[in-house]
T-cell receptor, first 114, second 115 residues
Framework: EPEVTQTPSHQVTQMGQEVILRCVPI?????FYWYRQILGQKVEFLVS????????KSEIFDDQFSVERPDGSNFTLKIRSTKLEDSAMYFC????????????FGEGSRLTVL | GESVGLHLPTLSVQEGDNSIINCAYS??????FIWYKQESGKGPQFIID?????DKRQGQRVTVLLNKTVKHLSLQIAATQPGDSAVYFC??????????????FGQGTILTVHP
């Protein structure tokens, strides 16, 4: 069964460092998303991406965040200068085009900022 | 400092019982609703969905009920098994355009199934 894959599974970084989280969405999917989940809290929408541009972003997704689809398979989330409060599980998701909101989530990348 | 998480509602059932998990959603303009299961350390896993033009949808061992009048969603799991133990989230999706896939998740319910 096709799946969304994410790397790394866990990253520890120092405050102020740049972090790139990588995702390989399901191959025939056209819409891509990043969500995050702070420990013990709700899953929160960060950004959606379609046709090589951001479709929507939340208020969490400030100038420190960026997304990119550098090639035909990868979808990345970059945090330029990490803060302690960026510590969370980051989930990539994708969906096939069409009238469906069903998202397929990856296993997540846990980011710990020290 | 230490972050304080939400105190999630919990539901404990015996194996073989039926489980009902409830969710109140927030936006009357939402037209698509999904239930996700999240096991420890994993991403949300799709269980079942329902559109706002329906009030009931059944899957394998699961049924979702939607009451738009009171903005309430429920998930019924028949013959609950220990493998069903997880956190269950409802999610709503606002209608139209680029908003599909922009889900608003509920706070979650911890389901524990005892053998």
């Amino acid at each position: 069964e096709p799946e969304v894959t994410q790397t790394p599974s866990h990253q520890v970084t120092q405050m102020g460092q740049e972090v790139i989280l990588r995702c390989v969405p399901i191959s025939n999917h056209l819409y891509f998303y990043w969500y995050r989940q702070i420990l013990g809290q709700k899953v929160e929408f960060l950004v959606s991406f379609y046709n090589n541009e951001i479709s929507e972003k939340s208020e969490i997704f400030d100038d420190q965040f960026s997304v990119e689809r550098p090639d035909g398979s990868n979808f990345t989330l970059k945090i330029r200068s990490t803060k302690l409060e960026d510590s969370a599980m980051y989930f990539c998701a994708s969906r096939i085009s069409g009238y469906t909101g069903e998202l397929f989530f990856g296993e997540g990348s846990r980011l710990t900022v020290l | 400092g230490e972050s304080v998480g939400l105190h999630l509602p919990t539901l404990s059932v015996q194996e073989g019982d039926n489980s009902i998990i409830n969710c109140a959603y927030s936006n009357s303009a939402s037209d698509y609703f999904i239930w996700y299961k999240q096991e420890s350390g994993k991403g949300p896993q799709f269980i079942i969905d329902i559109r706002s033009n329906m009030d009931k949808r059944q899957g394998q061992r699961v049924t979702v009920l939607l009451n738009k009048t009171v903005k309430h969603l429920s998930l019924q799991i028949a013959a609950t098994q220990p493998g069903d133990s997880a956190v269950y989230f409802c999610a709503e999706n606002l209608a139209g355009g680029t908003s599909y896939g922009k889900l608003t998740f509920g706070q979650g319910t911890i389901l524990t199934v005892h053998p």
